[in-house]
């Protein structure tokens, strides 16, 4: 087995474990100083870098591919494809697709390099960018781009922004695959309260609560045609594998987002762990649901 192989097959352990049984992982509170949940989300430690590759495991095992079905009918990444991963995170993506489709080429982009693991794969390179900023390729250069979790990461106005890039970047008749949740009232008043403060949250700082589901008109005015849109609604209540994988990345979700969601829900940090663990029983007892958005556009 490669060296690259065992790290892949590490991580993939180390998120199992962090997964596996009845009993949750719950990881730190980090970055208490943070204000928006651009930093929250911004931010690369070990435990987020976790996070991030349990977040790819969980959407994979959701839906049995890390791509949409729809993709196969515009590229073939067996036959070879240059793919850009904007916000690559940990590079589970990235690492999962090029062991995949060893005949494709794949590029991470983030603002801050998580793993040495990209840099070493044959069909796999990294670069540190931020494609608010723009990034350091020439136009017309992938035949698909993947972006996951933005409706976190970018206000209002920044999405005319990244979506022109965006076009920049794909070659005539590529696409971009985005990945998003959307925030509604689901199990009981307690879950439902838990999921409006991250709303109210995001509104206040001028971000889109529906980014998801308003990115077909952003993605036109863009110059890009929408060609797919899913929703899948995850049952978090039941005693399967699935719904375990997705109350642990939920609780780990509302972790990291305790520095500012905390603030608006009233609740001293010193006893957000607590506050998130009745959620979760909650979230488990009223069967929660978690909305998942995916959406296809195409140059």
Known sequence: MSKNSKQAKTKSREYKRCTDGNKLRGGPIVNRSAQTLESIFTQREEDEQIRWTGSHFAVKDLFKSNLQPEVEKYLSFEKGVDCLHIGCGGGAFLTDMA?????????????VQMTDILSSLPNVSF?????????QFPE???????????????????????????????????????????????????????????KVLMEKQNQDPLAAQNLKKRAIDAGLEHVAFTETS?????????????RWFWKELCLYTGPVLSKVLK??????????????????SYHGHITVIRSLIQK
């Not at 062991?99 to 603002?111: A, E, L, M």
């Not at 970018?154 to 890039?165: A, D, F, G, S």
């Open 99 to 111: 062991f995949d489709y060893p005949k494709s080429r794949f590029f991470g982009v983030d603002t």
């Open 127 to 135: 670069s540190l960018g931020n494609v608010k900023e723009g990034l």
């Open 140 to 198: 017309n250069s992938f035949d698909y781009i993947e972006m996951r979790e933005f409706g976190n990461l970018l206000n209002i106005n920044q999405w005319p922004i990244v979506l022109k890039e965006v076009h920049r970047l794909l070659k005539p008749g590529g696409c971009a695959g985005f990945f998003d949740y959307e925030l509604r009232e689901t199990g009981n008043d307690a879950c439902a309260r838990v999921f409006m403060a991250m």
């Open 234 to 246: 995850v049952n978090c209540g039941p005693d399967t594998g699935t719904a375990k994988t997705w």
């Open 267 to 284: 609740i001293d940090m010193k006893d957000w762990p607590d506050f998130v663990d009745d959620h979760i029983t909650d979230m488990t």
